[in-house]
């Protein structure tokens, strides 16, 4: 009812449908199909050139996609040239040319493309890498990187080899009435050797390159400038980081930025 069929050998048996030149056939409800051997069997899909992949079966919903390109050769060598879904999805079985007969002309082929997609999943795991590269702990870039509350002293055992560090504290923070710094010590493990003593001063900013001339196994915080002064007192070292070769880590984190 209200179909139309013109040309050789063209069907319009869907409802509304419409089939011209050789051989087509429009079976869903308002289908269009056209040129050669092309069939649209989905309700209101248009589809044309020569002998198209159809979808499966003969329905009257709507599909998958609501426009075909045939470029296939045969009944039995069947291909679509493009693809376009009900979701406005389009699929090119070959390439793109932008701004043709331009200066800036521009040929998108699948090779092209492929090679586009394989440098940003190249470049995305190099990023990745680089990212969890920066986040190790112990064994990797930083060493010590937390915040420390206590009281008199706090002892972290952890190794670090002889060499320059990064020190960052972002703030002391001790109720201590003795003196105006908190000691950090950097020691052998049962604090029999010292390496490097620091005085640091509370609430501000610390960012300083520190020289550990022996491996260090223990480093220890206090409350004040000594020992005996820490004694009963609380204090906390808010995110204090220890890294290795703070060269190194500016490096690794303007690449990361740059990629």
């Known amino acids: 009812m209200g179909a139309h069929a013109e040309g050789i050998l063209s069907t319009a048996s869907g409802l509304y449908s ?9 079976s869903a409800e308002s289908s269009h199909a056209e040129g050669n051997t092309t069939k649209a069997n989905k309700k209101a899909q248009h589809v044309f050139g020569r002998f198209n992949v159809a979808e499966d079966g003969t329905t ?26 009900w979701q406005g999805n389009e699929v090119l079985a070959g390439g793109i040319t932008l701004g043709k007969g331009t200066d800036t002309e521009i040929n998108i ?8 997609m394989s440098s940003v999943e190249d470049t995305n795991m190099l990023k990745n890498s680089i990212l969890d590269l920066t986040s190790l702990n112990s064994t ?5 990187h937390d915040t420390y509350t206590g009281e008199t002293q706090i002892n972290i055992y952890k190794n ?10 972002d703030s002391i923070v001790s109720d201590d009435t003795d003196a105006s710094t908190c000691q950090l010590l950097f020691t052998n493990r049962n604090a029999s050797t010292t ?3 620091l005085l640091l001063s509370r609430d501000t900013l610390i960012n300083n ?7 260090v196994e223990r480093v220890i915080l206090y409350a004040s400038n000594s020992y005996p002064h820490s004694m009963g007192d609380t204090f906390t070292f808010n995110n204090i980081q220890i890294s290795s070769s703070s060269k190194l880590v500016n490096a690794i984190n303007k690449l990361s930025n740059d990629i």
């Not at 419409?18 to 087509?24: C, K, P, Q, R």
């Not at 670090?160 to 504290?169: A, F, K, M, R, V």
């Not at 390159?209 to 491996?215: A, K």
């Open 195 to 197: 390496v490097l003593v």
């Open 209 to 215: 390159t520190i020289t550990l001339t022996s491996d």
């Open 109 to 116: 082929t699948p090779t092209l493309a492929q090679t586009i």
């Open 140 to 144: 990797g870039i930083d060493f010590i």
């Open 160 to 169: 670090l080899p002889s060499g320059e560090y990064n020190l960052t504290i």
């Open 60 to 85: 009257n919903d709507y599909g998958t996609y609501v426009e075909i390109v045939g470029n296939g050769t045969s009944t039995t060598q069947c291909s679509n040239a493009r693809t376009l879904d």
């Open 18 to 26: 419409h089939a011209e030149g050789l051989n087509t056939e429009a």
